[in-house]
């Protein structure tokens, strides 16, 4: 449980996908002028983050990885396919857009007409292959990680999108020196947003280091063995004084 | 330019400057940025988009008549992405190092904005030769700003170009160090990269004011 909290808080505020990594900018930028259509990209991030990053994880770990095909008989144990996986991944994730674009389309038009063409983008979202890839890199051990990555680093790109976009509406009243207008500034500003994330690094390292009881020093270990000694030794005198009477 | 007639010579030129990728387009930001704390990560970044678009695009201008227009988003995805997996395993096999420090932004080249975009707006209607030129074209637009950016944040970060101390040894107070200078940590730290590119979009600005944008 405290690895699923851990790994919640790290992808939204230590590794933010923007902040950190910079993935997903293209959008970001793109779509960052108004605050109404930032929220309904930074869900439909979520969403697909949400279902491709474990989708990717079953076939990374049942397809891809060194060994993965084990299941299928012992004379595939040998196979590594992850060389393999840029292809796949992309693949599911091309797949998954296109799905969420037509539950989009039925379900909510408003949506649909206000993402206009940048839902079929997401496709080619870097954030989107990113949170594949860093959870192929990472190595995440289980499926229910692998959702909650998802899930968090959407919502880490989420607030992103969400603060630059509440950002830039108000800085059109402000007076910006012409040449960095729009995009210079957006820019500059998400540099210093990025230097503020960076201040939540500290959040969770604070625990890192390994209780004591659990690791104890290699002085303390000697002085067990010698006291194990002195009882063997003190049972062998004892035993040998029973004999010799 | 007897080689190439002037309007295949601007297909190249213009990208790199009033016309670039990054600065003007705004496409293919995203793995520009996390890999320019070093020089030579930058020009690998650089020389693999240069041959993955270059490349690229002439697949898709040959194929371009005969790909069924809704499905052609996933046919270019598989086109880059065989591309992309050759530029890995290439890595892999003669620059392990690099390709550790790279890790998934290689793969991040599938989703670089810069390739679907010309892709889409470029070699879906143009022959090969002119793709092929676009293609380079843009990609070393992009490149000439990875490479600025790397240039900048290796020298005042660390001092070194592509791991050759040019300011000096800071441990052993030579060179520049004996004047009391000191790294610039601040470069190394991934934001910095986002103030770097906010600049030169100042400077490209300032120079051209007809890229100005309306407020």
Redesign the interface.
Known sequence: MLEHVELFFKSIFIDNMVFAVFLGMCSYLAVSKKVSTAVGLGAAVIFVLAVTVPLNWLLDQYLLQDGALAWLGPEFADYNLSFLSFILFIATIATMVQLVEIVVEKFSPSLYNSLGIFLPLIAVNCAILGGSLFMQAREIPTLGLAFNYGVSSGIGWFLAILAIAAIREKIRYSNVPAPLRGLGITFIITGLMGIGFQSFGGMLTGDNEPPEETAPSTAEKIEEKEIKKEIEDEKAISYNEVKNK | MALLSKKDANLILDPLADNNPI?IQ?????????ITAELKASIVMAISVIFVLGVGNVVISLMRNIIPSKIR??VQ??VV??L??IV??VLKAFAYELSKTL??FV??I????II?GRFEAFALGNGPWKSFLDGIGNALGYGVILIIVGFFRELFGTGTLLGYPVFGDPIAKTGLYATGYENNGFMI???????V???I??????RN?AL????
């Not at chain 2, 599938?110 to 904005?113: A, F, G, S, V």
């Not at chain 2, 730290?189 to 103030?195: D, E, F, G, M, R």
């Not at chain 2, 979009?201 to 300032?206: A, G, H, K, P, Y």
């Not at chain 2, 100005?212 to 407020?215: D, T, V």
């Open positions: 600065t705004v496409l293919g930001i995203c793995s520009a940025l996390a988003i996933i995805l598989i992405a065989t992309v997996i890995d395993q890790s998934v793969g991040l599938i989703t670089n904005c679907m730290i991934p934001p910095a990269a986002l103030i590119v906010g600049i979009i100042w400077v490209q600005r300032s004011k100005i944008e309306e407020a």
